[in-house]
């Protein structure tokens, strides 16, 4: 079995004018002013043809992206010309109605830990069936203290807190988000070379954490903690062995700083059977430090600059394989893996389809430069 899996709220109607309600057709000399006027954020048009590509994948995969404040995502989530501050209050719930996003990485709370009523609000503005990536506080998951400009300063020494990682992340996030809660992911941060050395000791630092937390079924069945790593030194055995202790999984990383798919692999297969919690963060093209060059050439993501067939390909393979045993799959994508993540989403999921004999894909090939 391990060899086949790793082998190779509705749409709302538009304003109705009141002549056209009564039967008649609205007088097309009538002044524009005088016309109803739409106003807040709308679902972008044109997404019939994506139902029957969702359709046609697994429910247990919730495929989504990192964040949804993107002005650029214009005519493929939204409809029309939107702020980021716009996006960030109403987006959301316009997101959520999109038929291939099920799942969204909520990235904001690395930066500061959030609140349960900030959470319940999360929660609030998406369907029953949606759930949410959660990233744990760079408080408890950096051993380092930053500046501003991300440049570690000092020893962290809440690093892998028991105490903190329940108390602002665990807690908060179950509480407010409920059985709307999918993954909880650690992202370790980059250690420093000392830290490396001390891998041992690490993980068992890690361990105590993990196994500090309380379990997640009894309010969120669909959830799991998943710890993702940006160093390689990280998979090992003994790694696997403390996920598996304290009933966490891995999280699949793509990015520029971590091995191919392929290599991170024997992670899976060492904790299978399982859910499968993936994040595709960054393009190798742009080099393991380069998030800064990524947003530089992709802004406005609103297309794609460098597909990356290859990687499509091997996820969706796992992501049959996985769901095709009964178990979740969620997989966060980035603006910066392909450019735009809402096209990569369609992309994957005409993938997804195909290696289970889905329908055609639902539209034109998305953009490219």
Not at 315 to 334: D, E
Request: a neutral charge; hydrophobic letters at 40%.
């Amino acid at each position: 079995m391990q060899d086949d899996l790793f082998g190779g709220p509705p749409v709302p109607p538009p304003p109705t004018d009141k002549a056209a309600a009564a039967g008649f057709a609205a007088d097309a000399d009538e002044p524009a002013a005088a016309r109803p006027r739409r106003t807040g954020v709308h679902p972008a048009p044109g997404h019939d043809g994506l139902r029957a590509l969702a359709a046609a994948l697994p429910r247990q995969l919730r495929l989504g992206t990192s964040s949804w404040t993107y002005p650029g995502w214009k005519g493929l989530v939204w409809e029309g010309e939107h702020s980021e501050s716009m996006l960030s209050k109403q987006g959301l719930a316009v997101y959520a109605q999109h038929p291939l996003l099920r799942t969204v990485s909520i990235d904001r709370s690395f930066y500061r830990p959030l609140t349960v009523s900030q959470y319940e609000r999360y929660a609030a503005q998406v369907p029953d069936d949606f759930r949410f990536v959660v990233k744990a506080p760079s408080l408890v998951t950096d051993a380092l203290v930053r500046s501003e400009d991300g440049r570690g300063r000092q020893p962290n020494p809440a690093f892998l807190s028991p105490e903190l990682a329940l108390s602002e992340f665990v807690e908060p996030a179950l509480q407010g988000l409920g059985h709307k809660l999918g993954a909880l992911v650690f992202q370790i941060s980059p250690l420093p070379l000392a830290q490396l050395d001390r891998m041992h000791e690490l993980l068992e630092r890690l361990r105590a954490m993990l196994c500090a937390q309380p379990a997640l079924h009894p309010t969120a069945p669909d959830g799991v903690m998943a710890v993702e790593v940006r160093d390689p030194q990280w998979l090992t055995p003994r790694f696997a062995a403390v996920l598996r202790e304290a009933g966490a999984t891995y999280c699949l990383g793509l990015h520029a700083k971590m091995p191919p798919l392929q290599e991170q692999l024997p992670m899976l297969r060492a904790l299978w059977p399982g859910p499968l919690v993936c994040r595709w963060n960054l393009h190798p093209i742009h080099g393991p430090y380069g998030y800064e060059d990524a947003e530089k050439n992709y802004a406005p993501y609103d297309r794609l600059h460098h597909p990356d067939p290859g990687t499509r390909a091997a996820l969706a393979s796992l992501i049959a394989g996985v769901t095709g045993r009964g178990h979740n799959a969620f997989v966060a994508i980035s603006n910066h893996a392909e450019g735009c993540a809402p096209r990569t989403v369609q992309a994957l999921a005409e993938c997804v389809a195909a290696q289970l004999g889905g329908p055609a894909p639902a539209a034109a090939p998305s953009p490219v430069v």
